[in-house]
């Protein structure tokens, strides 16, 4: 369930509470490739979702007599991490996120350069933060002499303790659990092995909840400690060949400085190959679950991830003196906020290096499975063994030509997609390459923050070669600026008509500052693949709407008209200059004073299917009951956006297929 706003801390888990809301199926992906938060719970065994309002809609029935134990023990941590500290600024909320698993800090503008640069995990309470808290308070436990046995008694306890702090969430049960299987093993000084450990570890979380198997948390888990196990060794043994000094020069005879500087290499050499591995185990299940390649992963956590572990060293001992000592605890707060301090400078440093991340379309499952089969065949040296030699490479040949040519088939795709965009639309146009492929219109700015941005981050978009822009309208356009700065957008069109609105035309002064990025395109003129039929220079309709560029393009066989809001003296106007204007796909928004598409306009250019750019709010932009009826008489598919989600128009080479999120399905051909 949700609910607008944040509840007040008299709300807490363990009250009976009545809410008021509207129970529905939860809401579907916005557009192909964005985020499918009825996928997600449907993964969680959840199938309704309850809206409330506002936090006056919960009614607490009966409450106990104090809050649970891990709440008020995250408020008084929250204080004691604060003593001496002069604001509560990012950092220290941020020391929070990490050693409370507060997640209301992550923001996602918070967040970003932190994904961006691969160093977002040491949040989630997961393998590595258990592993860290494993290792502070063992190595305390150790100073004091304590035998394995009375080590295991005591930090198991302490391990599912703050699992239960941190409001068991689903990683941080199964690191603990993993941790509990070696724990005991070492404690009954049985022989260790990691693979025996993780399976075993993982057969008890999949027997608890099978679930889990299919949730990118247990998949990340699982396959990046299972790529670190296989393949370290290899990559330490290729490490130490490289630098290994000369076998036949006596040690006493090296150099001083390399003698001094060889404990502190081979810990760098350690975490830089464990960062390596980690990140070849997890980048194509990242790719797939979260769209993107981070190259900078492996220096990046060289140094986010020790810090990570002073950050929660400082924090527990503040904890541990806060209460009888605060001046001691103020000391440990400062020293976790400059390392946190670091830890974010450096996210955001390495975040800004070239090449440093990129946007990709999430691979399928072949190429997912090929990946890992290459890599564990690689590094491992199964594929270098002697036995069935030949054989091997001759079956990875055939696969990796037979992934050559699906990986080609998916290449030649063209494809356009129409998202309604809150009152406004968006539609882009993805061609072979990346030369001819443009965004016309783009939304507000709301609209690029939640949906513009993450779909054209789901198609692997990292730069624009052209943006349109079709009318002064500010929910079609209102947030080119930003997506000029997100996208890297190489050349922006817009219409030479002037509009009245004075974000439209400061849009334009800014943008005609940089040399040959501003092009003014008219009827007659190309963008790409798309040939402008309206406006001509002189018109100048009193209404925008009249006014929006109309764009033609032909793909295959198959002719595309979009018409945005063009009202009806725009549409007139058209007519008379263009009467043998012919269309298979004709896509429209609505203009405001007039309705869509008037019969005169269908009749000639005569289109097998209608694609409809409204949306739900505001209500001005829901197509009419009279434009449905109207249409409807028409015999042919009219596909509404308010009703149906975003479209996505697929062709391979002379047939297309239409899709919506709503699960309609038009096939064609032309």
């Known amino acids: 369930m949700s609910t607008k706003g944040t509840l007040s801390t008299n709300i807490f888990a363990g009250q009976t509470v009545e809410i008021t809301g509207v129970v529905a199926p939860p809401k579907i992906a916005a557009a192909e490739g964005t985020f499918d938060y009825r996928a997600y719970l449907k993964e969680q065994g959840i199938y309704f979702h309850l809206q409330a ?126 941790l509990t299987v070696v724990i005991v093993g070492w404690a009954l000084k049985r022989p260790s092995d990691l693979l025996n450990s993780l399976f075993t570890a993982a ?103 020790p810090l990570c572990g002073l950050v929660l060293v400082s924090n527990f001992a503040s904890l541990l003196l806060a209460g009888w000592f605060p001046a001691a605890a103020e000391l440990f707060n400062h020293a976790g906020w400059f390392i946190m301090e670091c830890i974010r400078v450096s996210s955001h440093w390495f975040a800004d290096w070239p090449g440093a991340y990129f946007y990709v379309q999430a691979p399928d499952l072949f190429t997912t499975s090929l990946y890992y089969a290459i890599v564990l065949g690689l590094l491992t040296g199964w594929m270098f063994q002697p036995r069935l030699r030949v054989w091997k490479a001759t079956a990875l040949a055939v696969v990796i030509c037979a992934w050559g040519w699906h990986w080609w088939q998916g290449c030649s795709i063209t494809r356009l997609s129409i998202l309604p965009a809150n009152g406004g639309t968006a539609i882009f ?85 940089t040399p040959k990025r501003l092009r003014t395109i008219s009827r007659g003129d190309q963008a790409g693949l798309w040939t402008v039929l309206h406006p001509e220079p002189g018109d100048g309709f009193s209404q925008a ?15 595309v008209l979009l018409l945005s809001d063009l009202g009806r003296p725009g549409q007139d106007v058209l007519r008379e200059r263009l009467p043998g204007l012919r269309t298979d796909i004709l896509v429209t928004g609505l203009p405001v004073q007039n309705e869509a598409i008037c019969d005169a306009l269908l009749d000639g250019v005569q289109p097998r299917v209608i694609v409809v750019a409204d949306s739900e709010m505001p209500a001005s932009e829901r197509a009419s009951a009279k434009l449905r009826e109207r249409l409807a008489q028409r015999g042919i598919p009219v596909i509404y956006t308010r009703l149906a989600g975003a479209v996505t128009i697929e062709w391979r080479g002379n047939r297309w297929e239409l899709r919506t999120r709503g699960g309609v399905k038009i096939r064609g051909s032309g």
């Not at 670190?228 to 060794?233: K, Q, S």
């Not at 975490?271 to 993107?292: C, D």
């Not at 033609?552 to 066989?557: A, E, F, K, L, P």
């Open 53 to 178: 309002e506002s936090e006056s809609d919960w009614q607490v029935a009966w409450s106990p007599p104090a809050p649970p134990l891990a709440d008020r023990f995250r408020a008084w941590a929250q204080q004691a991490l604060a003593l001496g500290l002069p604001v509560e600024d990012e950092s220290a909320r941020l020391e929070w996120a990490l050693t409370l698993g507060w997640k209301t800090a992550l923001t996602e503008e918070v967040s970003e350069p932190f994904v961006q640069a691969a160093t977002y995990h040491i949040f989630a309470v997961d393998g590595l933060r258990m592993a860290i808290i494993f290792g502070i308070f063992f190595s305390l436990l150790r100073a004091f002499s304590l035998p394995r046995s009375a080590c295991g008694l005591v930090l198991l306890p302490v391990l599912w303790f703050y699992t239960a702090l941190t409001g068991w969430p689903a990683s941080a049960i199964r690191a603990t659990v993993m």
């Open 203 to 305: 057969i008890i979380i999949l027997v608890w909840e099978p679930r889990q198997l299919f949730q990118a948390g247990f998949q990340l888990s699982f396959f990046v400690v299972l790529c670190m196990i296989l393949t370290l060794p290899m990559l330490r043994n290729l490490g130490e060949r490289l630098v290994a000094p000369d076998p036949l020069l006596p040690a006493d005879l090296r150099p001083r400085w390399r003698r001094m500087l060889g404990p502190a290499a081979r810990y760098s050499g350690d975490l830089l190959l464990t960062s390596l591995a980690a990140w070849i185990g997890s980048l194509p299940l990242v790719a797939y679950y979260f769209n993107i390649v981070t190259p900078v992963s492996a220096p990046a956590n060289c140094i986010a991830v």
């Open 545 to 559: 709407d009249d006014n929006a560029m109309v764009l033609s393009g032909t793909v295959g066989r198959t002719r």
């Open 429 to 513: 146009f993805d061609a072979p390459g990346r030369k001819n492929d443009l965004l016309i219109d783009c939304g507000a700015t709301n609209s690029i923050q939640w949906l513009t941005k993450p779909f054209l981050r789901a198609q692997g978009v990292n730069w624009l070669p052209s943006l349109i822009l079709t009318h002064g309208d500010l929910r079609h356009i209102g947030g080119a600026a930003m997506m000029t700065n997100l996208f890297q957008v190489g050349q922006i069109c817009a219409s030479p008509v002037r509009f009245r609105s004075p974000v439209y035309r400061r849009l334009l002064t800014d943008l005609g500052t």
